[in-house]
C-alpha cells in the first residue's frame, strides 16, 4: 500500500509509503486526497499529519510513471495539492529525508511544515531542462525571501532544512521523534485554534526589483548557451512578483510546458534515464549476488594506478598498491598525498580526513601482501606480454574468488584472462584519466566473466561514484573505439581544407567541452601514433593520413612538450595557433596533390559527429554495448559530449535518423570510406529510449 491512513487522537496520519523515495505515483496521490478527504468528513479529527519515511518525505514524481499517461492521471499533483491546500482543517507536513521537487511542492501547499534539521530539500527540475510545474515557483517566494526561492528553482541545489531555521518555509525544525513532534504540534494547533495559513493566499515576499534582477543575472552568468530552462525559470519567479496567485500559476503552466519540449529537455531526461538503465544487466538474473570487497590491491602506481586508488581511499576501502620498483612506488604514493594536500588547502578536505585516507594506503612491492585481496585492479604499462606476466603472478598469489581487473585501454581482455586458471574472476575495469575525478568507468565483461564478478564490478562502481558502463570485448571497447573515427574525420577536414582551430572552435561552439585537437594535446599525441605505428605494422596501408604522424615526428606530443597542434608558452593552458603547424599541413596537401575547399562548421559537426553514430551503431549491432542509452551515458560521462545534446546516439535520431542516414550516404559517395556504409536504424530507435536491452531485436534487425 503506498499510503497509509491512521488516527491518533484528534489527529489523521497519513503516511507515505511507496519506497524508496515515496515517489508519487498514481496510487499515492489517490491515497493523499482520500485521506484527506476522511479525516474531513470525521466529526473527531481536528487536523492531519502528512509524513513520509526516515529516507524521505517525498523525491517527487514516481519515476516508474515518468513518460507515461498514468503520471498525469487525475488525481494529477496540482489537483491534490489543490486539495490539500483547500482543506477546512489543518494540514501539517512532518518533513524527513529527501523533500524535492513534487515533494516539496506538496509540502509547500500544507498549512505548516515541520522538519528535522538534515531533511534535505530541492527543487531539482531544472536539472531535467524543466522548472517545478506544481505551484513550486508560486508558493516558494511567498515563502522564502525571492532572491532565495529564485536561487533554490534555477540551481536546482538541495540545503539542509537546518539553513531555513526562522523563516516561513518551516514552522519548527526539530530533533528525534519526527511523528511524536507532528502530533504535538497539531495537539498545541487543537488547543489554540488559528486562522489556517494557506500559502496561495500569502503575499510574496518583499524584494527590490535590483536586487532580484542582480540576483538572475548573476545566476544566470554562468549558463551554458542551449540550456534554456534557468532563464525560464526566472522568468516564472518574475511572474510569482508580478501576478496575482492564479495567474502565476498559469504562467507557470505555460512555462512548463515550452520546456518539456525542446530539445535540451528532451536530452537531459534521457541522459537521467539512461544513467538508470545502465546499471541493468542483459542476461544476469537479478537475484545474483556481489562479492564482498573489503580490501582492493592495485598493480602499478603510475598515472591510473594512484588515480584509481584514491577513488577506494575517499570510499573507505582499504588499498595495497604494489609497484615493480621501490621509487615509483614512493612517486606514486607522494601523487596520491599531494591530491589530498591540495584538497585541504583549498577547504575541500578536512586534515583529519586526509589522514583517515592514507591510513587506509599500505605500499608494496611484494606480491605477497596482495594474498588477503578482494579485488585486484592491474594498471601496469600498456604492454601485453607485461600484463601477461602480472596475471600469472595474480593467479598464483590472489586468494580463490578474488576478483583480477585491468585498466588496459586497448589490450584484449580474453587473452588476459586465458593465461589465469580462473577466467571467470577476470574482468575490465577502465577507469578514465583523471581517475580519482572522471565519472566513467567502462566494465569490460569478458567471454568467461561471471555473472557475480559483473554484479561485484556495478555495485563497487556505485560505492566509488562512478557511472559504470558495460562493454563486451573488442579494440578500444565503447569510448575509444568510437572516438577513432571521429580524430579520422577531424584529420581528414585537415588535409581538405580546415585548420585545427577550425574544427576545435566548430566543435566547441556546438557544445564539445574541447575539440579534438586541443583533446589530443591533452592527452599526449604520442600514444596514438605508438598505436598506428603498430597498427601499420599488422595491417600496412600506404594511404592513411600522415600529419599526426609528422606532428608527432617534430617531437610536438602536445601540452607536456609545449607544443602539439598548438604552441603552449610555459606554465599555460592556452592553445595558440602556430604557424609551424599550419605550414606541416600545407605542405601535406601540396604534396599529396590535394585541391582545398571551403568547409562549413556545420560540416565539421556533421562529419565528426555523424562519424560516432556510425560506429555506436555498429558496437551495438555487434552487442559490445546493451543498449544506445549506453553508448550515450559513455560519451557524455568520459568524453566531454554535451549533456543538452544527449550523446551522439540520441543526437542523431533528434536530427531524425533518415536525414542522418542521408548525409551519412552523401558523405559515402563522396569518399567511398567504409566508415559512411550505411547501418541500420531500428535497434537506435528502439534502443535510445527504453534503454531496455535491445540484443534481440538488434539482431533480428542486423538479419534483413
Ligand atoms: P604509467 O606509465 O603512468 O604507470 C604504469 C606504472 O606501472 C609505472 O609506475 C610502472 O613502474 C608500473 N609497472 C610497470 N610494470 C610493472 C609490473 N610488472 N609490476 C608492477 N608495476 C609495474 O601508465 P598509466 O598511464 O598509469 O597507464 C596504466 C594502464 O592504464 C595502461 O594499461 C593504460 O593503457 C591504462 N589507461 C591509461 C589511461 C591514461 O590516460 N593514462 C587511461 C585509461 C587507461
New binding site residues.
Given amino acids: 500500500m503506498s499510503g497509509t491512513y491512521d488516527i491518533h487522537g484528534q489527529t489523521a496520519v497519513i503516511t507515505l509509503n511507496n519506497p524508496p523515495v515515496n515517489g508519487l505515483s498514481h496510487d499515492l496521490r489517490t491515497r493523499i486526497v482520500a485521506g484527506v478527504q476522511a479525516a474531513l468528513a470525521a466529526p473527531g479529527i481536528q487536523s492531519i499529519v502528512l509524513i513520509g519515511s526516515s529516507r524521505a518525505f517525498s523525491g517527487g514524481a514516481d519515476i516508474r510513471e515518468f513518460n507515461l499517461p498514468i503520471g498525469l492521471a487525475e488525481p494529477n499533483l496540482p489537483q491534490v495539492i489543490d486539495v490539500v491546500e483547500s482543506s477546512a482543517k489543518p494540514i501539517i507536513a512532518a518533513i524527513s529525508g529527501v523533500c524535492m521537487g513534487g515533494g516539496l511542492e506538496l509540502a509547500l501547499g500544507c498549512h505548516y511544515r515541520i522538519a528535522l534539521a538534515d531533511a534535505l530539500i530541492a527543487l531539482p527540475e531544472v536539472k531535467l531542462g524543466v522548472l517545478p510545474g506544481a505551484g513550486g515557483t508560486q508558493r516558494l517566494p511567498r515563502l522564502l525571501n525571492p532572491e532565495i526561492a529564485l536561487g533554490m528553482i534555477v540551481t536546482g541545489e538541495a540545503s539542509p532544512a537546518a539553513k531555513f531555521k526562522g523563516t516561513a518555509l518551516f514552522d519548527q525544525i526539530v530533533d528525534g521523534d519526527l511523528l511524536a513532534a507532528a502530533l504535538q504540534f497539531a495537539a498545541d494547533l487543537a488547543s489554540a485554534p488559528k486562522p489556517l495559513l494557506r500559502t496561495r493566499d500569502l503575499p510574496v515576499l518583499k524584494v527590490e526589483p535590483s536586487v532580484f534582477a542582480q540576483v538572475s543575472t548573476k545566476l544566470l552568468a554562468g549558463i551554458q548557451p542551449g540550456y534554456p530552462a534557468p532563464a525560464k525559470c526566472v522568468e516564472a519567479v518574475r511572474a510569482a512578483l508580478d501576478l496575482p496567485f492564479l495567474e502565476g500559476l498559469r504562467r507557470e503552466q505555460e512555462l512548463f510546458h515550452e520546456l518539456v519540449e525542446t530539445s535540451a529537455s528532451k536530452a537531459l531526461r534521457h541522459a537521467f534515464f539512461a544513467e538508470r538503465a545502465a546499471t541493468k544487466l542483459a542476461s544476469v538474473a537479478e537475484s545474483t549476488q556481489a562479492r564482498p570487497i573489503k580490501q582492493v590491491g592495485i598493480?602499478?602506481?603510475?598515472?591510473?594506478?594512484s588515480g584509481i586508488a584514491m577513488n577506494f581511499l575517499n570510499a573507505g576501502i582499504a588499498i595495497v598498491m604494489?609497484?615493480?620498483?621501490a621509487d615509483?612506488l614512493e612517486r606514486?604514493v607522494a601523487t596520491i598525498r599531494k591530491t589530498y594536500d591540495s584538497a585541504v588547502k583549498k577547504g575541500k578536505l578536512k586534515p583529519v580526513e586526509l589522514e583517515q585516507r592514507l591510513s587506509l594506503l599500505r605500499a608494496t612491492t611484494d606480491y605477497a601482501d596482495l594474498a588477503a585481496a578482494d579485488l585486484i585492479i592491474e594498471?601496469?604499462?600498456?604492454d601485453l606480454s607485461?600484463k601477461e606476466?602480472?596475471f600469472r603472478k595474480l593467479d598464483q598469489v590472489a586468494k580463490p574468488g578474488a576478483i583480477l581487473a585491468s585498466?588496459?585501454?586497448?589490450l584484449d581482455l580474453n587473452v588476459l584472462a586465458a593465461v589465469t586458471k580462473r577466467p571467470e574472476d577476470v574482468i575490465g575495469l577502465?577507469?578514465?584519466?583523471p581517475a580519482h575525478l572522471m565519472k566513467l568507468l567502462e566494465v569490460v565483461r569478458g567471454a568467461k566473466t561471471a555473472d557475480d564478478v559483473l554484479v561485484t564490478a556495478m555495485a563497487l562502481a556505485k560505492k566509488i561514484k562512478k557511472t559504470a558502463v558495460v562493454s563486451g570485448v573488442c579494440d578500444g571497447f565503447i569510448g575509444n573505439r568510437m572516438i577513432a573515427p571521429y580524430s579520422q574525420q577531424a584529420i581528414q577536414l585537415l588535409e581538405e581544407g580546415c585548420t585545427p582551430s577550425q574544427v576545435d572552435q566548430a566543435l566547441e561552439a556546438w557544445g564539445m567541452a574541447m575539440g579534438p585537437f586541443r583533446m589530443g594535446d591533452l592527452?599526449g599525441n604520442d600514444i596514438g601514433w605508438a598505436i598506428r605505428k603498430h597498427q601499420r605494422l599488422t595491417v600496412p596501408d600506404p594511404e592513411y593520413p600522415r600529419i599526426p604522424d609528422r606532428l608527432c615526428e617534430m617531437g610536438r606530443y602536445g601540452q607536456k612538450t609545449g607544443a602539439g597542434w598548438y604552441r603552449y608558452e610555459a606554465g599555460s593552458r592556452d592553445a595558440l595557433v602556430d604557424p609551424v603547424v599550419l605550414d606541416l599541413i600545407t605542405a601535406y596537401r601540396a604534396e599529396k596533390g590535394i585541391k582545398t575547399r571551403a568547409i562549413s562548421d556545420a560540416e565539421i559537426v556533421e562529419r565528426c559527429i555523424y562519424a560516432l553514430y556510425q560506429e555506436g551503431t555498429r558496437i551495438l549491432d555487434e552487442g559490445i554495448a546493451q543498449r544506445a542509452s549506453d553508448i550515450d551515458l559513455v560519451y557524455l560521462c568520459g568524453y566531454g559530449f554535451p549533456l543538452h545534446r544527449g550523446g551522439p546516439m540520441f543526437y542523431a535520431e533528434a536530427v531524425g535518423l533518415a536525414a542522418v542516414a542521408q548525409r551519412v550516404a552523401s558523405f559515402y559517395a563522396q569518399s567511398g570510406d567504409p566508415l559512411w556504409r550505411p547501418v541500420t536504424e531500428a535497434p537506435v530507435r528502439k534502443s535510445s529510449r527504453g534503454g531496455e536491452s535491445v540484443k534481440a531485436e538488434t539482431r533480428r534487425s542486423t538479419e534483413f
Fill in positions: 598493480i602499478g602506481a603510475g598515472t591510473m594506478g604494489l609497484e615493480i620498483k615509483a606514486g594498471a601496469v604499462f600498456e607485461i606476466q602480472v585498466n588496459t585501454s586497448t577502465h577507469f578514465f584519466s592527452a
